[in-house]
């Protein structure tokens, strides 16, 4: 069976720190990478998505993909108590079919 | 502002019942889903549609009906045959079929059988 595996966390870091979010899937196969954020009660936003093997940076947010190890991460610098949230892996598998993490929670302390 | 649209935002149900949940997007997308979230779980694919009047199943579609009239529309029915329906729902959409651009998601509706 397909997987997405995340750490549930949560992960704590300072604010102005970086924070790491790590995420390992199953399927070689996968052709695309997403993180979204989810606030408490909220609904998921996509914040990056990636493609390729490498880094790709907006703002603050870097995604990194490795494929050759199944691995994808998102670090976000100079974390903000705003960004306090659970954030979720998603891989497309092809066929419609996009697999979720159950996601990390974040929380920036003051 | 385009974007999706789910209503009710709360919605309680009684054993036995059936109720809708509706999602309505106005970014011309083809592609519409839905998903259910469960907590400490991942989101989980009930059905999807690539196109008007066409759709398939998800991972978890037993229990749920769904109909795709409009390009702008795909309301969920969770009918009495689904047996634990307390959940977060949430209706996203895609620009491709292919879904490599990723989701836009509504708000969601948060289910309870009372």
């Known amino acids: 069976q397909k997987e997405v595996e995340q750490n549930s966390g949560p992960l704590s870091v300072p604010e102005g720190a970086i924070a790491s979010l790590n995420c390992t899937y199953s399927?070689?196969?996968?052709?695309?990478f997403f993180w979204y954020r989810q606030y408490s009660g909220k609904s998921p936003e996509l914040i990056m998505s990636?493609?390729?093997?490498g880094d790709k940076e907006d703002g603050r947010f870097t995604a990194q993909l490795n494929k050759a190890s199944q691995y994808v991460s998102l670090l976000i610098r100079d974390s903000q108590p705003s960004d306090s949230a659970t954030y979720l892996c998603?891989?497309?598998?092809?066929?419609?079919?996009?697999?979720f993490g159950a996601g990390t929670r974040l929380f920036v302390k003051a | 502002d385009g974007g999706i649209t789910q209503s009710p935002k709360y919605l309680f149900r009684k054993e036995g019942q059936n109720v809708t949940l509706s999602c309505e997007q106005n970014?011309?997308?083809?592609?519409m889903y839905w998903y259910r979230q469960d907590p400490g779980q991942g989101l989980r694919l009930i059905y999807y549609?690539?196109?008007?009047?066409?759709?398939q199943k998800g991972d978890i579609a037993e229990g749920y009906s769904v109909s795709r009239e409009k390009k702008e529309s795909f309301p969920l029915t969770v009918t009495s045959a689904q047996k634990n329906p307390t959940a977060f729902y949430l209706c996203?959409?895609?620009?491709?079929?292919?879904?490599?651009?990723?989701?836009?998601f509504g708000s969601g509706t948060r289910l309870t059988v009372v």
């Open positions: 399927d070689r196969g996968s052709q695309s």
């Open positions: 998603a891989v497309y598998t092809g066929g419609f079919k996009t697999i």
């Open positions: 990636i493609y390729s093997n």
């Open positions: 970014l011309n997308h083809d592609a």
């Open positions: 996203a959409s895609s620009y491709d079929g292919q879904v490599s651009y990723g989701y836009t």
């Open positions: 549609s690539q196109i008007v009047n066409d759709f």
